[in-house]
């Protein structure tokens, strides 16, 4: 295992969620797809962690351990935030389910042209 | 962590508490008059403490970091700061009237306004990329729900639509800061930049990292033209603005769009430099330029609800900000080597006066004739001559006619584009202006030609009137003395500046 | 390195197999014991219908949850995520703590204060009734 195999793994996940994201009509698959897409980041971002640990860095006052870790540390970042993101989809889909009583995306048309 | 770290986000904290007591007393205050000006006492609060930022009544001089290095205070942020806290009063302030009768849940309306604040003051002095992205969803997630708070309901249609796409940019963005981080090693502003200008690895290596940071680069810019409202994530701004509650629109069109400029410039000034991926980023942005501008004027010519209208002339404004983030002067000899962003700059002042001004009036006078049409603005002179003339005086500001600021920040960008060998650009810039004059100038037309269709009366709140006035007040003052914020501009310009 | 690699594959394919013989084991014993007369063999429509918690069932499956379940789902997922800033910082405490005293334990405090203000507003706006 080595990076290439993270990136395309992560790529091929992303594309998939992409695509999902944009063309799916049930807004449950769309923030399915979303949350693909998140989690394609968060290997990622892990992937280049393992692989690609941080150079001599050259111009920082920071602390080094704190500083080797931050892929990991944005990971926890994406799992939360994108967390925090779908719920906020759901919160949405259930309000609008309440009013029309369907939760696909084609029957959002009232904002005209 | 000292204390000056928190001196240095005092008013971040200061609003963030202010958002969080707004929630709280809203569960126990049935007077919601009162949460409004809480939240402005903490606004202007928060301003003072801006203010004591700069002087160096607080600390010593801007230009110190804070938190291991992941929040810089420099005058670059600091202009962004103050102009998102007053755009933020502006529309607050502005909004009481619109709150009370439009706003079902009053409190959560003016908390996530503040959350969403706060965001933005993060995202425009954080120099780390997680930093930077926590701080965009900060300003995504609340705008998300604000949008969704109007009472009708397309309001609920436009914050899904709005969350699909704005979820599907953030993650485009982190994927590209996620390549700048894998490739550079670090996420740090600093440790990238010199990274990149200091590497002195093998040329296989130096082709890895190249096509590596490019990804990220291309990926990051996608991602922030959907906060800036310009192409290729451009379809989303019309149904949102439309559906929106109209203050939130005003604040997406100023205060959302400023911040999105304001990392794209730090990310480019800071991270980038002046090296090599400078010509493909002065050519990706020119080519977003032009699809903006022209997708926004065009498509603006026949809207007839003003808000519509409205959200393509933002898109349109999108596209002219970005010639002048394209100025890049890649020689780095010259003499007005940051014109271009010095411009941008100015202008986003310049635009934050102008469209606040033209979306609170909407604000007031749409209440009274009860519809967004245009049709409905017709003998908006004879009703109410105040409420017309600084009508007036925004869309001109907006068409870009002397003597107003939306003149002179064309000027200015204009010519950092000739400057910096891009006149093609400046002159794709000025054929837009004129056929923006058509929709604008209908618009005159409307208001003071076109016989009153209904009787209603205008009556605009008393806030209202005030803001609006002082906007029109900036936008005469900014367009005649444009120095007033040039020499800022210049100076906020030179502190992101890493060479 | 090779053969200890493959070694760990034999371990989870015997378990595998147990897993896959015990239970089979145990129908087949099952099925013996009716032959002997020692089970006994009359089956009955509640016998055959589905197990749902020795309830009788009395619809399809795919029919229309209440819509408090997602509330509480939601609450639960907001609230369950935190877990994810809380795990490093008590694994890590020690070293922190050493690094920077008493501002860590701080730092934790106020972010479950935040956290305490949204079970606050959402007890109080009433989404933990059942209504």
């Known amino acids: 295992m080595n990076l290439e195999t993270v990136l395309i793994l992560s790529g091929i996940i992303f594309t998939i969620g992409l695509y999902g994201s944009l063309t799916k009509k049930n807004s449950i698959v769309v923030v399915m797809c979303l949350e693909l897409m998140f989690n394609a980041v968060a290997i990622a971002v892990i992937g280049f962690s393992r692989f690609r640990p941080p150079q001599v860095l050259v111009d920082s006052d920071v602390l080094s351990p704190l500083n080797v870790l931050s892929g990991h540390m944005m990971a926890v970042f994406v799992i939360a935030i994108g967390a925090a993101e779908v719920a906020l989809a759901l919160a949405l889909i259930i309000s609008i389910y309440k009013i029309k009583g369907n939760i696909e995306l084609t029957g959002l048309n009232n904002l005209k042209n | ?499 | 390195m090779l053969n200890n690699y493959f070694d760990q594959y034999g371990i989870i394919g015997l378990f595998l197999i147990t897993a896959t013989l015990v239970p089979l084991g145990m129908l087949l014993v099952s099925k013996l014991a009716q032959y002997i007369k020692v089970r006994p063999h009359n089956p009955s429509e509640i016998k055959e219908g589905m197990y749902e918690c020795g309830m009788r069932v009395d619809s399809d499956r795919w029919q229309g949850y209440n819509l408090r379940y997602y509330y509480y789902a939601l609450l639960f997922v907001i609230f369950d995520i935190e877990t994810v800033f809380l795990f490093p910082w008590a694994v890590k405490y020690g070293v922190l703590s050493k690094e920077f005293g008493v501002s860590v334990l701080l730092a934790m405090i106020l972010f479950l204060f935040v956290v305490t203000i949204g079970y606050v507003y959402a007890w109080k706006k009433g989404d933990l009734q059942w209504k």
Not at chain 2, 82 to 92: F, K, M, P, Q, T
Not at chain 2, 469 to 476: E, T, V, Y
């Open chain 2, 1 to 499: 962590m000292s204390f000056q770290d928190f001196l240095i986000i005092s008013p971040e904290i200061v609003i963030s508490f202010t958002a969080i007591s707004v929630f709280l007393l809203d569960l126990f205050i049935n007077n919601k008059k009162f949460l409004v000006n809480v939240s402005i006492a903490g606004l202007l609060f928060s301003f003072i403490l801006t203010l004591g930022l700069s002087n160096g009544w607080l600390i010593e001089s801007p230009g110190v970091y804070a938190f291991f290095s992941s929040i810089k205070l420099d005058e670059f942020s600091l202009f962004f700061k103050v102009l998102i806290i007053l755009s933020g009063v502006a529309v607050i302030g502005s909004s009481g009237e619109y709150i009370s009768s439009n706003i079902e849940s009053k409190g959560e309306f003016l908390g996530l306004l503040l959350l969403s604040i706060t965001g933005m003051l993060l995202l425009v002095s954080s120099v780390e990329l997680i930093t930077v992205w926590v701080s965009l969803e900060l300003t995504a997630i609340p705008l998300v729900a604000l949008v969704a708070l109007g009472k009708n309901d397309t309001s609920l249609e436009a914050s899904l639509k709005f969350l699909i796409l704005s979820a599907v940019s953030s993650v485009v963005i982190l994927y590209g800061l996620v390549f700048l981080y894998g490739y550079s090693g670090s996420t740090y502003f600093n440790d990238i930049f010199s990274y990149i200008s200091s590497t002195t690895s093998s040329p296989e290596d130096l082709i890895v990292l190249n096509y590596g940071l490019l990804i990220g680069i291309i990926l990051l810019v996608l991602g922030i033209s959907f906060k800036l409202a310009a192409f290729p994530f451009q379809m989303w701004v019309p149904d949102v603005y439309q559906g929106a509650p109209t203050p939130i629109t005003a604040y997406l069109s100023v205060v959302s769009k400023a911040a999105g400029f304001a990392v794209l410039l730090r990310i480019i000034y800071s991270v980038l430099g002046g090296n090599d991926f400078s010509v493909i980023l002065s050519n990706l942005f020119s080519i977003i330029a032009v699809f903006s501008m022209t997708i926004g004027n065009v498509m603006a010519l026949r809207q007839n609800d003003i808000k519509r209208l409205l959200a393509y002339s933002t898109i349109a404004h999108a596209g002219y900000l970005l010639i002048g983030v394209a100025s890049l002067n890649i020689s780095g000899i010259g003499e007005n080597l940051y014109s271009g962003p010095q411009g941008v700059l100015y202008y986003l002042a310049g635009y934050a006066f102008t469209n606040l001004t033209a979306f609170l009036l909407i604000i007031g006078v749409s209440k009274s004739i009860g519809t967004f049409e245009l049709s409905g603005f017709a003998g908006l002179r004879k009703k109410s001559p105040l409420t017309s003339f600084v009508l007036a005086v925004s869309v001109i500001s907006l068409l870009g006619i002397p003597p107003t600021v939306g003149f002179m920040s064309k000027i200015f960008i204009f010519s950092a584009a000739v400057n910096t060998n891009l006149t093609w650009l400046a002159i794709v810039g000025v054929i837009n202006s004129v056929i923006s004059a058509y929709y604008y100038l209908r618009i005159l037309k409307i208001v003071f030609v076109d016989p009153e269709n209904n009787q209603s009366e205008i009556k605009v709140s008393k806030s209202i009137s005030l803001i609006t006035l002082i906007g029109m007040i900036g936008i005469l003052l900014l367009g005649l003395f444009p120095s007033l914020i040039l020499e800022i501009a210049e100076i906020a310009v030179m502190s992101i500046v890493n060479i």
